[in-house]
């Protein structure tokens, strides 16, 4: 809403107008007495007029109907009996509502037939349906509520205007009076235009000298329309129609809203059929006391599941809103003082208008563009300006520090500077890809789980169908077609439920195909980042944007605006770039100031040599000759506006390069905003600027700290892959283990318990193990992520690897023979019962995942061990994971009465965990790949 009620502005008065006046009528109530009358009255005035009537036929206005009302500087609402039970009125009316906030439409009502208290109340004479519908949206089916609301708050809006109620009156003298006041207002409308376009262009432009020729008087009164004594007059009445649009439109998500969306999720249903059918099944063949374990148990893991994703997605949101387009303009709370009807008001920072009188004071934020008329100097953040006489003009986004006074407001919301500028970028860059790349990842592996799962239940029917008597498959013989619901039922429980009374393929293998693939690994992950940021951080910078420091991995240009520092400070300066430049970063030096500030800098700090140039002569230079500009490593441009910069990093990005720059002003927004990484100083910089940029640095220019920044976000990418490859390769073997094993046996030797455990053990502690390796000295020695394959700057950084792909395909295979081969072939060892096959499968399936985490480590190098002193939390992990999991095994057999496995059986499981050590080195000596393939996508 704050764009449209900031519209309020100058572009209006600019429009080529098509006509005087829209007329808004329903014909069948009008057309042939008062509405024609009033429409020849109008005419014989000399006032163009259209409306309704101009229309073929239809339901709802057209888009050629639509311009005719936009083209109109006037409208006149007939409000008949049954008006409001024509949609085609009521889309023109909410056109009209929308074109009085958005162009100053002046919007004249009558009602005929009906008193404005009728359709304020929708009551009356007004057909009783249509009152219904419009007064009780939210309790009503069968129409579109967002429109019926729209309608409503336009019909409430149009009706509490001044207008004239027809009824006990002559209709010719009412006539009368609605032509001359239409006239007289069009008569305004044409006597402030032109000035009121003069008066925005000299603040933009900064005209001291027309400034003065207009006069202060002049200004308030005749171009702005408004009394110098008691400020803008009918200020509530277009306010008033703001905050009722406002008021129906869609806020943020909130808490309850995606924890209805992430139960709402096909997996989570899933689930949760799984969990009914082990309940009721269980219940009916162990009795109430042990035969609600299963099924409890995944209802919890639903409950977790679902809480989780919906925890993430909530901070997700918000953290978003924070750093977002909400956080540059981001002032929905914030008040100011407006002078109205001869005093001060509090009115929201988003509803100030054209021609309003602001007063500021110490820490207030200047909420438009305008002129200074009075009161003592002020001085605000932007330059570190004084605001006088001699100096009047004043910008959005700029903050009082110190005075206070008076300004009139000559443009609002996008028509301001700052607006401008901001609309000049032509793409905000999706600052936050990982969360999408992971969802993309998460939605593959579903996807792969319940074409599995369908698999599955399709084999045991054909099974069910063809075997007519197979003692293992434990399925049901079917003879001749069930003739009746019971025997239906009976066959269906069969195959559900093995004869010994416990769950068999379709619930334990639907749960364990399915809680593997939720959200666990955005969540750890999402910790990890936060664990990186609070590290890497500290007490020198803060992160609006929780995966800034992660995009920072793959910047490889840096643009650094220095208009406004002091040059006492150009010492520090050259040194930290240079540390830039020694690690490979393109630098390009940019400035307000003249070029002779950026050379003393570049000859002061022994900088190489680099390219100089004005900009102006950036502005002349060719698209071809601007590319090659950019492609420079160091270039100073000086005497730059904040458009040059904008079109600097534009150009930036055009050559497949990712850019962060650093910021101090607000004129700098929209170029913060454009690049990858916007990065400001926590003293220098304004207010809005802070606002509007993804890193704030407190340690006023210490560049060289964003040399830690990206060697700590390259090793957290890295690290986020190590631990996708472990997850994946589980999620993967457990699926291909669970099919294989089902579809040929008729049950899976991992129950959906025992599978939850894995997933959540080794996702914890495993995510643990692997997202806080430290980072290694080579991860600042090789190039930038974006620098190492043709790739666009917008894409983002490939998430699995050609090699990640080689060691999950190994693993898993791996794995899959191992276990299914045992699943076969173990009860034909001696010792080896059918009960202690199945604990000796599931137990040697997570020591694999245990000992993977090692393997996980290195994605490429074959010394997997190398460092491992180095982080002593993977120790811990892996520890806890071997003693977790022999608890387990002892816990499960006391309680559930699993097999339990003695000092053999658990070497036969840790041996065949370790040798997953000896296929990745055998994988990554005879699978090579080349380093340049290495971050490609993956189809």
């Known amino acids: 809403m704050s764009t449209q009620g900031a519209s309020l502005s100058s572009s209006s008065s600019s429009r080529q107008w098509k006509n005087d006046v829209f007329l808004s009528f329903r014909g069948e109530d009008t057309r042939l007495g008062f509405a024609n009358h009033l429409y020849a009255a109008l005419r014989m005035k000399g006032i163009t007029v259209t409306g309704s009537e101009e229309l073929v036929g239809g339901d709802s206005i057209s888009s050629d109907h639509s311009k005719l009302i936009e083209g109109s500087k006037l409208a006149i609402v007939i409000f008949s009996k049954n008006y409001v039970s024509s949609s085609r009125c009521l889309d023109e009316l909410e056109k009209i509502c929308l074109c009085m906030i958005e162009m100053e439409m002046t919007v004249l009502p009558i009602f005929y037939g009906v008193s404005p208290s009728d359709v304020r109340r929708l009551s009356g004479p007004l057909p009783s349906s249509v009152a219904e519908i419009l007064s009780r949206p939210d309790e009503l089916s069968g129409y579109n509520i967002d429109k019926v609301k729209t309608w409503r708050a336009a019909a409430l809006q149009v009706a509490n205007l001044s207008g004239w109620n027809v009824d006990g009156r002559v209709e010719s003298e009412v006539i009368q009076e609605i032509v001359k006041v239409t006239s007289d207002k069009l008569k305004y409308t044409y006597t402030k235009e032109k000035p009121l376009r003069d008066i925005a262009k000299m603040v933009k432009e900064k005209d001291l000298d027309s400034i003065r020729k207009f006069g202060r008087t002049q200004i308030m009164e005749m171009a702005l329309g408004i009394d110098s004594e008691k400020g803008i007059l009918g200020h509530e009445q277009v306010l008033h129609s703001q905050r009722i649009l406002s008021a129906i439109q869609t806020s943020a998500l909130g808490f309850f809203q995606f924890l209805l969306k992430s139960c709402c999720n096909y997996t989570i249903l899933l689930l949760f059929v799984s969990a009914v059918l082990s309940l009721g099944f269980g219940l009916k063949e162990e009795g109430p006391s042990t035969g609600w374990y299963e099924g409890v148990i995944i209802i919890l893991a639903i409950i977790v599941l679902v809480v989780v994703d919906t925890l993430r997605e909530f901070q997700l949101d918000h953290s978003h809103l924070m750093w977002g387009k909400h956080k540059l303009w981001g002032r929905q709370r914030m008040m100011v003082d407006v002078f109205i009807r001869g005093g001060f008001q509090k009115v929201n920072i988003n509803d100030v208008l054209i021609g309003d009188i602001i007063r500021l004071k110490k820490d207030y934020t200047v909420p438009a563009d305008g002129l200074f008329i009075a009161g003592e100097t002020l001085r605000v953040d932007d330059d570190d300006a004084q605001i006088n006489e001699e100096n009047p003009f004043l910008f959005c986004g700029a903050k009082a520090i110190e005075g206070n006074g008076l300004m009139i407001v000559s443009s609002v919301g996008m028509d301001t500077r700052l607006g401008a500028l901001i609309k000049q970028a032509t793409h905000v860059p999706d600052k936050t890809p990982l969360p999408r790349q992971l969802d993309k990842v998460n939605k593959g592996t579903e996807i792969f789980g319940l074409s599995i799962s369908i698999l599955i239940i399709v084999v045991l029917f054909i099974r069910f169908m063809l075997l007519k008597e197979d003692a293992d498959s434990n399925l049901p013989e ?29 619930a334990t293998s639907l749960s364990m195909l399915l809680v593997g693939v939720m959200e666990g690994i955005p969540f750890v992950i999402t910790l990890a980042i936060s664990f990186w940021n609070k590290k890497i951080l500290s ?33 520090t300066i050259g040194r930290e770039i240079i540390y830039l430049i020694n690690f490979g970063f393109n630098v390009i030096l940019v400035s307000e100031d003249n070029l002779s500030v950026l050379k003393d800098i570049a000859l002061g700090c022994k900088l190489p040599d680099s390219l100089e140039l004005k900009g102006e002569d950036f502005r002349n230079y060719t698209d071809k000759e601007k590319m090659s500009i950019v492609g420079k490593q160091i270039v100073l441009m000086g005497d730059s506006t904040p458009s040059d910069r904008l079109s600097l990093v534009q150009y930036l990005k055009d050559k497949d390069l990712k850019v962060a720059m650093v910021g101090i002003k607000t004129n700098a927004i929209p170029a913060l905003k454009e690049v990858n990484v916007g990065i400001t100083m926590s003293t220098l910089s304004t207010e809005r600027a802070r606002a509007s940029s993804d890193i704030i640095i407190i340690r006023d220019t210490n560049f060289s700290f964003l040399i830690d920044i990206v060697r700590f976000g390259r090793c957290t990418f890295e690290n986020i892959q190590k631990y996708i490859q472990l997850e994946l390769t589980m999620s993967i073997a457990g699926l291909l283990i669970t099919s294989i094993t089902t579809m040929f046996c008729g049950y899976s030797p991992i129950t959906s318990f025992q599978f939850l455990w894995a997933n959540f053990v080794v996702a914890l502690l495993g995510g643990l193990g692997l997202l806080t390796d430290p980072p290694a000295n080579e991860q600042m020695r090789t190039l930038p992520l974006t620098m190492q394959g043709p790739r666009k700057a ?8 050609k090699a990640m792909c080689r060691n999950i395909v ?21 010792g080896i019962s059918n009960e202690v096959s199945k604990t000796l499968i599931f137990n040697s399936f997570v020591m694999c995942q245990v000992f993977n985490q090692v393997n996980a480590r290195e994605v490429e190098k074959k010394n997997v061990f190398k460092s491992i002193h180095q982080n002593p939390l993977f120790g811990v992990a892996v520890g806890l994971n071997l003693v977790l999991q022999v608890a387990f095994i002892e816990i499960a057999h006391i309680l559930a009465g699993n097999a339990r496995l003695n000092w053999v059986q658990w070497f036969i499981c840790l041996l065949l965990g370790m040798v997953s050590w000896v296929c990745d080195w055998v994988t990554k000596c005879t699978i090579k790949i080349n380093r340049n393939e290495m971050r490609t996508f993956v189809s």
Not at 478 to 505: F, H, R, Y
Not at 543 to 569: N, R, Y
Not at 794 to 801: D, N, S
């Open 478 to 506: 079917l003879k001749g077609k069930p003739n009746t619901m019971k025997e239906i039922m009976d066959a269906i429980e069969k195959i559900v439920v093995k004869p010994n009374g416990k769950i068999s393929s379709l």
């Open 794 to 801: 917008e894409q983002p950084e490939p998430l699995i690897t």
């Open 810 to 830: 190994s693993q898993a295979l791996y794995q899959v023979a191992m276990l299914v081969t045992f699943q076969f072939k173990g009860q034909t060892i001696p």
């Open 539 to 571: 007490d020198r910078a803060i992160a609006q944007e929780p995966f800034a420091c992660l995009t920072m991995s793959s910047v490889t240009s840096i643009c650094i605006d220095t208009t406004g520092w002091h040059s006492s400070k150009l010492e």
